[in-house]
């Protein structure tokens, strides 16, 4: 009997893991795990479901013979039941069987995952995530680094994090890799993220965040993305961010004519260009451009693409409501656009 | 006393209302003001609905969204699903217990008079520079940094009728204490009783830490306090605490009365006495207990650290325990009865497997880990929209075909009541089983809007679908009123033919005294318990003799309007002058208005015995 409750059990499992790991994209899906800690809840997820249908079968079972069989025929009165103690304490005693089978995994699972052992190694890859409105910024203390919206880090290997925000209260959600956890105002929270190398490979090396606490206009659009490499591309990544500790040279005529641009217009009063993390987080007021020309997206949701970019620094009102760059800066005629584009896409740290 | 029996005018049925005291009326009121609140919040609904139907949607801007967002929210549990209970609470309890009114007459139409100002006010802000637009919950960060005014209507519109349902609560607290008829013992109260009982147990201790909370926000954004104010030492976290040391139980104070309200339905429609009586009074007693400790389940990700989330989620799951107990009590009650499908039946045995559904979402949210990835997004709001729909809305609409005899008159038709259920039911479905998946694939809850090709299209579609039959069912619905209203076809005592308990054994809507003799209580089920013994009416448990009813009063009224202009004062005072004139001058007439109360003696009347023999003269 026992054996085939089991049995049962673990065949719904499979059944339902094949449902549901059907569902959403591979870069966005909490139902698509890719790494150990999204794995994690998964199969808590799993478990929970399976018990819970389990539940749900018992119940619409008696449901629905109570529904045919005891329905209205002719005017007897039914014998008035008081009780049975006997189905009352089996139908207290099951449910606590169940929710013990599905809270001891609980509670190892979120000792597991609350272990931020490691955080403290030298060569720990430790990441500070300060939510803005509505952008993300990545700093890396033990390389002295900053980079904004694109975190970039290696597969395969544990990352962890502490998170503040500096406005309103945010939360850093990457489905496919794990669960959210809130950026507060108040302190810092820590929690670990690990990618397999497989899944990131099908995932096209990129994941999608989102911010999943309400924040102000543009919530829905404080997206992030989670740019997963090997170890390899990551160093050399990090390589070309400590390079880039003064200003890039542009290249062309056109670029350089966009960096007089950003300097006059005074973005670089709220963007950085360097990646050295020296200035206070108060200065931090825009998302570090340092290698912009090599993220996926602008402000994490348009294609980064020159007619893209060019339409968020014409009106960035019309891409993310209430964001905090609209109307700091004197209008910029198509020209103006044209060279900063040309110069930010230049904007590179790993070729 | 003789109005009564007059034909009055429109005026004087209006100050018959403005100033009634009697339960019977303010549970009209309570409908009304309710039934008003829950159109306006279902059009909110809609909105937001049209809004998400398809991505990138510009039907509504981001602003905008967050404020239907946030109102329909707010709207819904504190302007419809508390007073819509309220109303079924008042048209019923005092009845079911055998009393002539509740305790506190007065307080009774304090608290309806607090809690429509309040609401007013609040929505007010819709014509006085925009609704407010952090959410329901309003998390103390956002709700600091938001401009304008947009805020100060929640917390003092929320404020003023939180008041109400606490005098709400207490007093129906008090009235199941000392109102109850003689032989109407606590184990042979109806379990409606039962649950209203715990239900405004948990009002008591929960209202005081939202009360709390809002004076803090309050104080922080309009008397420069520095509550929540991280850079001056305060602590928003302060705030996620005290709002859910309320929102949790908040949950419990909607759904048991619900629980209740299915109670007495399935037991009547299955001709049988509630299976497991004892066991359901422990069930809800402990739920409401449990209701206290866990929380922090919602607070999972806020960063309490693995011991503290550990052990919410262990009690959290502790919560289905006596949960499942009443599912199985209601099924074995149905096991064996003679059920019959009327329009009230339909809706409590499609709560049956609908609450189930919203119940194991429920724990699987408890399984902490699981609920980082389910946390802020739309499988949280699948999962309460199947516990407030499946299980209050669900209750509400059956409690009002139910009652809708014993507080009017005059039956629903059934017909258009079957109609409303099946769409309703239908579109409900619809509408919230498929947001469970989109919170899995990676929706976050309160956005305006969603990008294209993220695999979140179809889902949506179909939920903005199911929203619309919801809708055609609430029209249905509210032509069936109408209609039923103009034919007014009168009803007896027993309209359903197999009530239970008190209330069924007078007549319906029940004379305003209620009982000419208090009944004498020898069963559970009283009326039921004579009925089978051959006996048409309930025996007494008094001789017959004068009897003592309050008088109105529009003091009641005055008390809550004195503070709902107080409440512009403070609201305006750090902008203009006459702020805080007005903040004093509102609450001169609210103290006033208490002293003149205080001051005054007011007797009540007494109805005389002759005037209960010739019944014909005191029919309300
Ligand atoms: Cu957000
Ligand atoms: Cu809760």
Redesign the pocket.
Known sequence: MKRFTRWRLSLLLVIMAFILSGCGEPYLSSLRPAGEVAKKQFHLMLLSTAIMVLVILVVTTLFVIVLIRFRRKDDRIPEQVEGSHKLEVIWTVIPIILILILALPTVKATLALGNMSGMEDEDAVVVNVR?SL?WWEFEYPNEGIVTSQELVVPTDEKIFFNLTASDVK??FWVPALGGTLDTNTDNVNTFWLQIDSDAAEEAGNLFYGK??????PS??L?DSKVRAVSRDEYDRWIKGMKAAKEPQKPETALAKKGEEIFNEKGCISCHAVTSANSTIEAARIGPNLTDFGERAYVVGILQNNKEELKKWLKNPESVKPANKMTGTYEELTEEELDALAEYLLSLKVTE | MNSYAQKRGFLATLWDYLTTVDHKKIAILYLVAGGFFFVLGGIEALLIRVQLAVPNNDFMSADMFNQVMTMHGTTMIFLAAMPLLFALMNAVLPLQIGARDVAFPFINALGFWLFLFGGIFLNLSWFLGGAPDAGWTSYASLSLASEGKRIDFYTLGLQISGFGTLMAGINFIVTIINMRTTGMTYMRMPMFTWTTFVACSLILFAFPPLTISIFFLIFDRLFGAQFFNVDMGGNTIIWEHLFWIFGHPEVYILVLPAFGIFSEVISTFSRKRLFGYASMVFATVLIGFLGFMVWAHHMFTTGLGPIANAIFAVATMAIAVPTGIKIFNWLLTMWGGSIKLTTPMLYAVAFIPSFVIGGVTGIMNAASVADYQYHDTYFVVGHFHYVILGGVVFAVLAGLHFYWPKMFGTMLNETLGKITFWLFLIGFHLTFFVQHFLGLMGM?RRTFTFLEGQGLETGNYISSIGSVLMAVASVILVINIIITSVKNKKVGNDPWGDGRTLEWSISSPPPYYNFKQLPLVRSIDAYWHEKMEGRKEMPPAEPLGDIHMPNPSFIPFMISFGLFIAAFGAMYRPDYSWGLPVLIGGLVITFGSMLVRSLKDDLGTYIKKEELDDDKGVKA
Do not use: D, F, N, T
């Open positions: 939510a509505y945010h939360s911010c999943a606490e309400l924040c102000g919530h829905a404080m | 976050p």
